[in-house]
């Protein structure tokens, strides 16, 4: 099974990365760009068959390792 | 218009961030992960309602700056 995990930050939270890339953007003259946020994402192989099991502990690895809960969200899509 | 962009290391590109991602994990005893690949999440906020100009603008950004399209897959997600 693989998990595709998303992690963006909250809402509020400044991204200095995405303010980048939209000037950046802006300087190439695509004017109708507006906000740009940029965030990670991760795939991850498990060997799990059950869909449950495998939500739960990818949820774990997300609050211990990969999204630091405090300013970023993070979602789990799970594909055969 | 929301686009989403995904952007990922193409198949056989050494990703040296996703192997350190799948050891920590491994250390923190998720021992049921095998490959872990990172790549990059950007949404950009369009003043754009056609889709298809939407999508052929993204196009353009991803292959003027977002992806490095030597190393680098995108795939573009427009959403209302």
């Not at 795939?43 to 739960?56: G, H, P, Q, V, Y």
Request: aromatic share 4%.
């Amino acid at each position: 099974m693989k998990a595709r995990v998303h992690i963006t930050l909250k809402n509020g939270v400044l991204d200095p990365q995405g303010r980048a890339i939209a000037n950046a953007l802006h300087s190439l003259g695509f004017d109708k760009v507006g906000d740009v946020r940029q965030g990670k994402f991760i795939e991850i192989d498990l060997k799990e068959s059950d869909k449950a099991k495998a939500k739960s502990e990818v949820d774990q690895m997300c609050a211990k390792l990969l999204a630091n809960t405090v300013i970023e969200n993070y979602s789990v899509d799970l594909v055969e």
